[in-house]
């Protein structure tokens, strides 16, 4: 295993790899566990956002996560607010980067979704639904994606911003690199639909339901990922 010093200066590099090869946002995602508090985190914060001219530190979209965001901001930091799985927790999103200088982004993690049998779909329309009556400084960027139908919805309903894993966009690339067309269905299959809630954007983040069981899930698995390299 690697000591924490080598495992981020290897963490580090590979950044810096990637920036060589784009010069588009890249994410650079700070350690949090349960235990994590937003000082912690936005001390990773600063450090990670002087490694390239082109990063956004990622935080998870819970309580400390969206209060490190909030102060990150405040210092000109740009962020990605991740593991999202509700249109609440991307209104907090929303209020709590108000006044960012460059354009925040959310990551709303379909495939997730689609496991537990709701339609992670639903989440991203609605999303962006919601985001229309704002002023445009959240971005949303589609998250675990599991198919090209995925993908191409996600382009159909106007995600400005999409992750996919190779193999997803490789397929893609194979069946010509379709847009999808004006009447593009999407097959949700037998998922239970997420229904559009109005949710006000001008409320204080901390005031929105913010807990969702998957983020609390998906910080686990994030945090045994990286302890599984780095020696205790």
């Excluded at 607010?81 to 108000?98: D, G, I, M």
């Excluded at 971005?139 to 675990?144: G, I, V």
């Excluded at 593009?184 to 998922?191: I, Q, S, T, V």
Aim: with cysteine; proline share 5%; charged share 25%.
């Amino acid at each position: 295993k690697l000591s924490n010093a080598e495992a981020y200066k290897f963490y580090r590099g590979v950044v810096e790899e990637i920036a060589q090869v784009t010069s588009g946002p890249i994410s650079i995602e700070v350690y949090a566990d349960r235990e994590t508090k937003a000082e912690e985190m936005l001390a990773q914060g600063r450090e990670m956002f002087t490694w390239i001219s082109n990063g956004n530190v990622k935080y998870p979209t819970t309580h400390e996560g969206l209060e490190a965001a909030e102060q990150s901001v405040k210092e000109g930091i740009r962020v990605n607010l991740t593991l999202c799985f509700s249109q609440e927790q991307a209104a907090a999103v929303y209020s709590a980067t108000r006044g960012t200088k460059e354009p925040a982004f959310v990551s709303p993690f379909i495939g997730r979704l689609d496991d537990q049998g709701e339609n992670g779909m639903d989440l991203i329309k609605n999303i962006l639904e919601m985001y229309k009556g704002g002023d445009g400084h959240v971005q949303t960027l589609t998250a675990s994606v599991r198919s090209v139908d995925h993908l191409l919805y996600a382009v159909h309903l106007g995600s400005p911003l999409i992750t996919a894993p190779f193999k997803i966009l490789e397929e893609w690339a194979k069946m010509g690199k379709p847009l999808p067309p004006e009447d593009f269905k999407y097959d949700a299959a037998d998922l239970k639909p997420i229904l559009y809630k109005e949710t006000p954007l001008d409320k204080p983040w901390a005031s929105y339901d913010i807990h969702h069981d998957l983020t609390d899930t998906g910080i686990e698995k994030f945090s045994a990922d990286w302890n599984a390299i780095v020696a205790s």
